[in-house]
DNA sequence: CCATTTATATCAATAATACTGACATATATT
DNA sequence: AATATATGTCAGTATTATTGATATAAATGG
């Protein structure tokens, strides 16, 4: 019988901690700018992943994105009010369950999104090309092995047409 | 003279969507875990924040966690005040500079800090080991083209030795 | 040596994001 | 008709952060 090849120790301790400190500065970074230019229309960053959200799956109901944000429905609804009351975001009720509100942005709540992930778009798109198709792939599978998998599948889903 | 090649237009839209969601995503699922525990012992994720890098970098400065963190000097005042009290961290005086407070963990602070670690730790070997060493490459290298340089470079050096 | 800067701390007021728990209403399902 | 689901709302609280003002000690530059 061959003995086995050495055991694979996992990854050296420095390079996780690497791995963590990338994840905290690129969050970090991240969301600066935005936080910045929310801050003159008087938001937050929860309304930003908000709005961000309802861009993405147009008519996506309250549950859906409680389950997406995970935080609870109070806090979701202080920030959903607001963008409602200050019309960014409509509500219309679903024909085929009546309890249903489906969510969509405004041409307000579109404008103000593509402002907001603008600066987020260059930074990937900069780090994208700097970086290469294989780097890419490699980004993917390491950020999708880090996530919690869920079974019910709503991500990365092509975005619906709208 | 011979035609340049087509243009290089950067990541289709869907590319650039999917990677903001990656981002929110892994941090989403990356604090939770270490969030749930930090509530038995009535800390927050400033906390952790904050211990994690002390442990980083040990003698490491007040100004120099508040560059890191980018948080005011106050709110970074509470945090650490707090850790000091319930004996997370202690201070020493630089000898050089008796203006400087030189933060190390205790004991304690150590062995919290390994504890609400190690689920991110468990989380990027698993990815690193299942998406093998070219995707980790690459996703270094992305990591790093989304994080904003800045001059001062304390970051990604090796730890310090204690 | 004196003026200025740097490093840290602290007080007060406020805002944003989140939580738990309780309760209400409309609609759908069984 | 009873129950479950989807949403909304009220009340109270915690955490993390902010701005702005002020204080103190120690280092540095002229």
Known sequence: MSRNPPENTGPAETELRQAIELLFYAY?????????????HNLGRAHHRTIYFIGRYPHITVNELL??????????????????????????????????????????????????????????ARAYKDAGPDAVAGFRKIMLGVITDDKDRHRFDPPKTV
């Open 28 to 40: 970090r970074d991240f969301i600066a700018e935005p936080d910045a230019m929310l801050a003159h």
């Open 67 to 124: 389950d997406i944000l995970k935080i609870t429905k109070q806090s979701l609804n202080r920030v959903l009010g607001q963008l409602l009351n200050e019309g960014y975001v409509i509500q219309t009720t679903s024909a085929q369950d009546r309890r249903r509100r489906l969510m969509e942005l405004t041409e307000k709540g579109r404008g103000l999104e593509r402002q907001l992930t603008e600066n987020q778009r260059i930074r990937i």
